[in-house]
């Protein structure tokens, strides 16, 4: 808050909008209040799996895998860490409940919503168990409704729109737009980034790689601002590197951005998992690559400053779900069915076969063993937790914009 006051005087501002984006704001509080209460649906297996640690209703969009394939996913892994299975389960439901609430639905319509979810995400667990393909996705054969429509708006995108937004053409060559949420670096801080950035290609796996030598040329990079709830006041970076060929539309954006610390570590005993990590964006990546199956190939993380950042595309074939024209509840229960698979994906896909070992046994089998004969039980704690907390957040949140229309958090409100 000290160095850079306006970015979270803007993220306090985007908070109090409503009581689902100061959800959004503060897992923090959301890790405060459910380590401290009694979680009687884990074990020592089930409580300490890859976890997404952000999971709410705006957290899931498309992407274009590793293997060329538009998919519906989970997105945006910066407070993965390692916990309960039950967590990513209650802040997804409370998100869940306060959006119903916010478009008036009944709670009876919120419950059968939340149970639904569960039962999709125990449906999609229990397929892990019984297969021996563990690559389930959401594309664009096996979905409908607004979750397909975000894919087929996703396949319409072209790098070339992406590019013409982010660049200008300089002659023969493209260099970064500048606005108001860009800078031109220093010629120090330009070769401290430059350095940076020939660390993070080597944290690319080689399978990834491109043999190429023209492939990641550095042309231009400029400092960025401006990005997201979580993302407010952290340093980054875009950089515009050369694609596989010399053809100005297949230059290539990256973001470089400084990792931040999760909320759950703030929580829990971390020790034996920071040490297999060099910094917050080596956790980051390890994180993402742990609960994708396909990640980003352009995925790596670097330190600058003493400080770890991921590095990652810019992608123009990324649609986020458009929950704002969503308001019946056979509509919204159509969707949740699908973002229930889409957590017990990424779930299940963080085990022992995936290539990172902090987990080491079969998540789906973890599962089912905590959840053995006691699901109609768990979905209903579930769904008295997201009613319960939901109600909790709407009071916080009134208390927050108190807080902050009167100065007592730490940052002017003018």
Not at 82 to 111: I, M, N, Y
Not at 276 to 285: A, I, L, P, Q
Request: hydrophobic share 40%.
């Amino acid at each position: 808050m000290a160095a850079d006051p306006v970015a979270f005087r803007g993220k306090f501002r985007t908070m109090s909008a409503d009581p689902h984006a100061f959800y959004r704001g503060t897992a923090c509080l959301f890790y405060a209040d459910v380590t401290a209460a009694e979680d009687p649906y884990v074990d020592e297996r089930s409580g300490r799996i890859w976890v997404h640690g952000d999971l709410h209703v705006e957290n899931f969009g498309t992407y274009l895998n590793s293997d060329g394939l538009l998919v519906f996913d989970v997105n945006d892994f910066d407070e993965a860490y390692l916990g309960h299975f039950t967590w990513d389960l209650q802040r997804f439901a409370a998100s869940l409940a306060l959006v119903g609430w916010q478009k008036a639905l009944p709670e009876d319509d919120v419950r059968r919503l939340v149970a639904r979810f569960l039962r999709a995400y125990l449906s999609q667990v229990d397929e892990y168990e019984g297969s021996a393909d563990d690559d389930f996705a959401l594309h664009l054969d096996n979905t409908d409704g607004p979750v397909h429509e975000a894919l087929v708006v996703a396949r319409t995108m072209r790098r070339s729109d992406l590019l013409e937004e982010a660049t200008v053409r300089d002659g023969g060559e493209r260099r970064l737009v500048e606005d108001a949420t860009t800078r031109r670096l220093g010629k120090q801080e330009r070769r401290r980034v430059e350095a940076a950035y020939a660390s993070y290609l080597e944290t690319i796996p080689a399978h990834k790689r491109w043999s190429r030598s023209l492939f990641y040329e550095l042309l231009d990079v400029c400092g960025k601002s401006g990005f997201g709830i979580g993302s407010a006041g952290l340093p980054a970076y875009n950089l515009l590197i050369e694609g596989n060929s010399q053809a100005l539309d297949n230059d290539v954006l990256l973001s470089m951005k400084q990792a931040n610390v999760p909320a759950i570590s703030r929580f829990v005993d971390s020790e034996a998992v920071e040490s297999y990590f060099d910094h917050e964006g080596h956790r980051t990546v390890v994180s993402q690559r742990a609960l994708q199956k396909h990640t980003d190939p352009l995925l790596g993380h670097t330190e600058l400053d003493g400080v770890g950042y991921v590095v990652a595309e810019v992608s123009p074939y990324e649609v986020d779900l458009d929950w704002s024209n969503l308001t019946e509840p056979d509509e919204i229960a159509a969707v949740v069915d699908l973002l229930g698979r889409a957590t017990a994906k990424i779930h299940c896909a963080s085990d022992e076969d995936s290539d990172e070992d902090l987990v080491d046994f079969q998540v789906e089998s973890a599962i089912r063993e905590s959840l053995h004969r006691r699901r109609k039980e768990f979905t209903g704690w579930v769904t008295d937790f997201a009613l319960e907390y939901a109600g909790r957040v709407r009071a916080d949140h009134a208390l927050f914009v108190d807080a902050f229309r009167a100065g007592r958090i730490g940052v002017s409100a003018t």
